[in-house]
């Protein structure tokens, strides 16, 4: 599974966007980009992924550059319950059920 | 439905104590996996499962055990516990696409 980047915190004003970054420069053809989040202790919490379209859902948005090196998580209007931590993931969509999770991104939401 | 349930929420264990870690789900997912988590720190795979019967490796398994002889079960048994698996331990399972998973809300677990 290829390896991603992301900044380690990041702040953003109540109301407004956030905008995630992700590094994959070595993503490979059938894999795909997925976002997760753990709020405070709990257990990690889906929310979004992608091949090399762009996704929405209820959640955010994911935006995924055109030669799949990178993508961004979009949360359109940031809460103070998004205050949490986003992990980006690559990987490929079957087989063993093995998520390779880093330190991610801690994401502050500012009231 | 009940999603993933974990049990105990907290447990303290004395070195070289043995003890089962419970994990449920009631979504019919074939795979089943099991996390830790320590402080600082982003989830490290201990050991999976593609269905019943069959179990794996992951990335962190050694003071690990599981079996998994049901869909719905998948235990995690700490053979001699050591104050280094001192840890938060999560379960999560999946459809047969891995890549989206549902996680339990966590154990913690202490060992002194």
């Known amino acids: 599974d290829a390896k991603t980047t992301q900044p380690p915190s990041m702040d953003c004003a109540e109301g407004r966007a956030a905008n995630l970054p992700c590094n994959h420069s070595?993503?490979?053809?059938?894999?795909?980009v997925y976002w997760y989040r753990q709020i405070h202790s709990q257990g990690p919490q889906y929310i979004i992924h992608?091949?090399?379209n762009n996704e929405t859902n209820e959640m955010a948005s994911l935006i995924i550059t055109e030669d799949r090196k990178s993508s961004t998580l979009i949360l359109p209007h940031a809460t103070l319950r998004d205050t949490a931590v986003y992990y980006c993931?690559?990987?490929?969509?079957?087989?063993?059920?093995?998520?390779?999770f880093g330190t991610g991104t801690r994401l502050t939401v500012i009231p | 439905n009940a999603g993933v349930t974990q049990t105990p929420k907290f447990q303290v264990l004395k070195t070289g104590q043995s003890m089962t870690l419970q994990c449920a789900q009631d979504m019919n997912h074939e795979y089943m996996s099991w996390y830790r988590q320590d402080p600082g720190m982003g989830l490290r795979l201990i050991h999976y499962?593609?269905?019943?019967?069959?179990?794996d490796q992951g990335e962190v398994p050694n003071g690990y055990n599981v079996s998994r002889s049901t869909t719905e079960d998948f235990p995690l048994r700490l053979l001699s516990a050591a104050p280094s698996q001192t840890s938060v331990y999560f379960c999560?399972?999946?459809?047969?696409?891995?890549?989206?998973?549902?996680f339990g809300p966590g154990t913690r677990l202490t060992v002194t």
């Open positions: 999560a399972s999946s459809y047969l696409e891995g890549g989206k998973q549902y």
């Open positions: 992608g091949l090399k």
């Open positions: 499962s593609v269905g019943a019967g069959i179990t």
């Open positions: 070595t993503i490979s053809g059938n894999e795909y």
């Open positions: 993931i690559v990987r490929v969509a079957t087989g063993a059920n093995n998520l390779f």
